[in-house]
């Protein structure tokens, strides 16, 4: 399998910004999910996404997934500092993690 | 949901002794999964924790240095052997509920060796 990429790496916005991460593979992803990893803690999973085009939303959190199934993003409207943490995108055929991006919030 | 508690949750070990890090789940879960995590690093798959046969290694990971377990449905383990100071991480698990794709994750092992 391949690793998804993800970026940017890190994201350091003030709050009430917002914020995108992008996850892209060089072949057809059959799904994707992403996580969220707070500081000190262990990954928790946030949604998957199956169709090709979809959209979800999640309060403040909207996850699109591309028409070719090829790349995926997540976006935070008006980022709080509860937002902090690292957001992975996984590869749910191989389970491998994208490298994450780090967000942190200056209140 | 499912709920894993994983042991030790930290251990200090000198290099060339080995550990053995145990996952539990407070419910029967179809797969198991093992994970290794450097500080400020993304997760690394290991394996995959097979019940009733040999773990399902991904490349770069052999049983001979992380021999693995699983003997029920809801528990695991991980031994790391002859260890050396590269492989301080954070062990992580994790589990997946028959007909479900959200792996749930146990709090994690932070190994140091020395």
């Known amino acids: 399998g391949q690793q998804v990429m993800q970026i940017p790496q890190y994201q350091h916005v003030q709050e009430g910004e917002d914020f995108t991460t992008y996850c892209n593979s060089s072949?057809?992803?059959?799904?994707i999910q992403w996580y969220k990893q707070r500081p000190g803690g262990h990954p928790v999973f946030l949604i998957q996404?199956?169709?090709?085009?979809e959209v979800k939303k999640q309060k403040r959190l909207t996850f699109q997934f591309g028409e070719a199934k090829k790349n995926s993003s997540l976006h935070i409207t008006a980022t709080q500092t509860t937002d902090v943490g690292t957001y992975f995108c996984?590869?749910?055929?191989?389970?491998?993690f994208g490298a994450g991006t780090r967000l942190t919030v200056k209140p | 949901s499912a709920v894993i508690s994983q042991k030790p949750s930290r251990d200090i070990c000198q290099r060339g002794t080995s550990l053995t890090i145990q996952c539990q789940v407070d419910?029967?879960?179809?797969?198991m999964f093992w994970y290794r995590q450097q500080p400020g690093q993304s997760l690394t798959l290991i394996a995959t924790?097979?019940?009733?046969?040999?773990?399902?290694?991904e490349s770069g990971f052999v049983i001979d240095k992380f021999p693995i377990s699983r003997p029920n449905l809801t528990f695991s383990t991980l031994t790391v052997s002859n260890m050396s100071p590269e492989d301080s991480s954070i062990y992580l698990c994790?589990?997946?509920?028959?007909?479900?794709?959200?792996?749930?994750f146990g709090p994690g092992t932070r190994l140091t060796v020395t």
């Open positions: 994790s589990a997946l509920r028959q007909g479900g794709s959200m792996q749930y």
């Open positions: 072949t057809t992803l059959s799904n």
């Open positions: 996404l199956v169709k090709s085009g």
């Open positions: 996984v590869n749910n055929n191989d389970m491998r």
């Open positions: 419910s029967q879960v179809t797969m």
């Open positions: 924790a097979n019940q009733g046969s040999e773990a399902t290694y």
